[in-house]
């Protein structure tokens, strides 16, 4: 039988409420701004990656291919992104001037709240927390 303590140091127990904890403050600091992480980071995979057919983006930023669209849907709703053929059955997004302006705002959020998550650990616990969540998330 499983201790209670054993509990404690699961990894995928303690990496879900990590998540769930970052997820929670990030989205509070973008609330104002009326989107949620999943839309800033697809407001910026589409900045960064123009071109980009829209399945391509999915996996750039760890959203399934129906919560890809579903956010897409609400951000292009609010006239932040627009939608454009490409060969095939393939879409191409691109972000509208009021999209580019948000972005720019949001990424100027993202810094504080990086700054702030940062703050009170090393550059080399940062680096081995990447290291390590980057190779947990590899499929």
Excluded at 44 to 51: E, K, S, V, Y
Excluded at 71 to 82: A, S
Aim: hydrophobic share 40%; charged share 25%.
């Amino acid at each position: 039988m499983t201790m209670p303590e054993d509990l404690s140091r699961c990894l995928v127990l303690n990496t879900v409420a990590a998540a769930r904890t970052l997820l929670r403050r990030y989205d509070a600091k973008l609330k104002p701004y009326g989107v949620t992480v999943q839309q800033f980071s697809l407001l910026a995979a589409i900045r960064f990656n123009p071109g980009d057919p829209v399945t391509n983006l999915a996996p750039k930023i760890a959203l399934d291919r129906t919560s890809l669209s579903r956010n897409l849907d609400r951000i292009e709703e609010r006239g932040l992104v627009t939608r454009i053929a490409n060969t095939g059955n393939s879409r191409i997004c691109a972000l509208t001037p009021a999209g580019d302006a948000l972005l720019d705002s949001l990424l100027g959020e993202w810094q504080l709240a990086q700054a702030e998550l940062l703050d009170g650990i090393g550059e080399t616990e940062a680096n081995i927390y990447l290291r390590l969540a980057r190779r947990f998330s590899r499929d």
